[in-house]
């Protein structure tokens, strides 16, 4: 049986004229009508909107839990897999002698950009403060909460959430994009990956739908980084001076819990104007001016931040964490990548409160993983051409969860050692979860100098604001591509003055109808069928790079400079 050569042309239509010139309609249409119907939802019917997100996200929890489990630690298994395959590893995700395009220092320069953001200003403290409260060690009462002998599991489970299966999701992504765009010369877009098992199909309704499901899964997941970010931009913004943005002490939710310090409705207004005002303009500017400017301004800032924890705050106990940590999470982590828990169904037992738990944090963190995949997955391969698979894949998986693990080891180790050598005595532990950076700097700098304080508040903020901006215009650019049919050109201003609303429009509308537990919910939902679009990438990965080696040994063109007839793969 011969070999054939791979799939190099997948024809999608777009509107030669008109509004939508340049653009798959089907794609935009539907995308739009989606979101815009979730965004009428949330804000006419809000509490509707938030009875009906909460008995899904029960149902889901009860029936995809495991999945969602299981799924994450199916692409790790893949990714490792294809970077020891040598026939996989050697490949270039480019044509043949294509050279990377950017250096060494540069490259990993950005995947460290890609390893910080939003989710390490909130969450860098605020997860290991709340794994040393309470972790499923805790629950079973092998340790003690706020105990020292309950540091090493705190640490084993932030950086399981933030570690390889995270950007084993993100590299699933980009590995796909980077293979079937820069190798084989199909457009930039997710259904491209999907080529060696539906062919010439996917140029049809079906490519359509599996385009829809990335854009929709990428609003919701960009949706809830926002919904973090605003109630972290508020507090900081109270924190500095400006008041009336959050709720006050007498404060309580519909059911009785006390909502002080969360940002009111003002507050979400008036940062979610300033964000998406500002994200707009930079997406409207392109790529190489605002995103470009912004990204300078993250990294300077970022590593004046982390400069200071690591030499004024808690050193010694943030570098053990760091070592210990990667030691005690490498070793754990086999384990803990298969491990379900099942609610036994009575309210308050062990099997319940576990499987409560672990609905609360890795299922919700693989969800959110997937649903950012795809924006991540296009940055991490428009970084990477010219690299072979086994570089990307080490490359994106390694370096940027190292950093993490040492932004949770200093920032949350400080954190830590604070509140278990009483010199904080529950300032930080008491704080909501945006407001624990500010409380702990707050509390590091307010002896010194107000002022000194005061003027760290305000980077962190500044800080927060041009993450947020560059997070929110990157995935109105991400989400104009897709729709584009994988142009990467310059988009008409009305689909980016939409895209960016609409953005804006879902995290207020779900803020509004349930707080950040209504982005969570309407997240972990989106998130489920683009979960099922992934693992069919991993395999049409796979496919394609058995077939490219098969191609080899007989001498047949695998890449599309070579390539003169365009079968199926």
Excluded at 99 to 111: K, L
Excluded at 143 to 155: K, P, Q, S
Excluded at 201 to 213: E, Q, T
Excluded at 219 to 242: E, N
Aim: proline residues 3%; negative net charge.
């Amino acid at each position: 049986m011969s070999v054939k050569p791979p799939l190099t042309e997948l024809p999608i239509k777009t509107a030669d004229s008109g509004f939508y010139r340049g653009f798959s309609v089907d794609v935009t249409v539907v995308s739009k009508i989606i979101i815009a119907a979730l965004v009428v939802w949330a804000i006419v019917w809000p509490e509707w909107a938030g009875e009906v997100l909460g008995a899904w996200n029960t149902t889901i929890l009860a029936n995809f839990a495991a999945w969602y489990i299981w799924v994450v630690a199916f692409f790790i298994i893949v990714c490792l897999g294809l970077a020891l395959w040598p026939t996989a590893g050697r490949m270039n995700l480019g044509v043949e002698g294509e050279t990377p395009e950017f250096s060494n220092f540069s490259w990993f320069s950005m995947m460290f950009g890609a390893g910080i953001g939003v989710g390490m200003l909130t969450w860098a403290v605020a997860e290991p403060v709340a794994h040393f409260k309470n972790n499923p060690a805790v629950i079973q009462g092998v340790t003690t909460a706020l105990d020292a002998n309950n540091v090493r599991e705190a640490y084993v489970w932030s950086f399981l959430h933030w570690g390889l299966g995270a950007w084993a999701c993100y590299a699933v992504a980009g590995l796909a994009l980077a293979f079937f765009s820069y190798r084989r010369g199909l457009p930039l877009t997710i259904r491209s990956s999907l080529t060696p098992l539906f062919g010439k199909a996917l140029s049809g309704v079906l490519g359509s739908i599996i385009d829809i499901v990335a854009v929709v899964a990428t609003i919701l997941g960009v949706a809830q980084t926002l919904g973090f970010g605003v109630d972290q931009f508020v507090a900081g913004l109270t924190r500095i001076g400006i008041g009336g943005l959050v709720y006050g002490v007498e404060a309580v939710n519909e059911a009785g819990e006390s909502i002080a310090g969360d940002a009111n409705t003002v507050g979400i207004i008036v940062a979610l104007l300033v964000i998406m005002g500002a994200s707009t303009l930079s997406a409207l500017s392109g790529v190489g001016k605002g995103i470009k400017w912004l990204s300078n301004i993250n990294m300077v800032l970022s590593i004046v931040l982390l400069g200071f924890f690591i030499i004024f705050g808690a050193t010694f106990f943030g570098a053990t964490a760091f070592f210990v940590g990667i030691f005690d999470y490498l070793v754990a982590l086999p384990g803990l990548s298969f491990n379900v828990w099942v609610s036994d169904g009575v309210e308050g037992s062990e099997a319940f409160k576990l499987a409560q738990w672990q609905g609360w944090w890795p299922v919700f963190y693989w969800a959110w993983w997937i649903a950012f995949a795809p924006f991540v997955g296009l940055f991490l391969a428009r970084i990477s051409r010219g690299r072979s698979i086994r570089e990307f894949v080490l490359g994106a998986m390694i370096v940027p969860a190292l950093m993490c693990f040492v932004w949770f080891s200093w920032a949350g180790g400080t954190a830590i050692d604070l509140e278990l050598n009483g010199n904080a005595n529950g300032l930080i532990l008491d704080a909501g979860n945006g407001d624990k950076i500010f409380a702990m700097t707050e509390f590091m700098l307010a002896p010194i100098a107000d002022a000194l304080a005061w003027a760290m508040a305000v980077m962190i903020v500044v800080l927060l604001m041009t993450f947020l901006v560059t997070s929110a215009d990157s995935a109105v650019l991400i989400v104009n591509t897709i729709n584009a049919a994988g142009d990467e050109g310059p988009k008409a201003r009305p689909h980016i003055l939409f895209w960016g609303a609409a953005l804006g429009l879902v995290v207020a509308g779900l803020l509004l109808s349930g707080g950040t537990s209504a982005i969570q919910t309407a997240m972990v939902i989106g998130a489920l069928p683009f979960s099922v679009v992934m693992v069919l990438m991993c395999f049409g990965l796979i496919k394609a790079i058995w077939n490219d080696g098969r191609r080899e040994k007989a001498g047949v063109a695998t890449t599309h400079d070579n390539v003169v007839a365009t079968p199926a793969e």
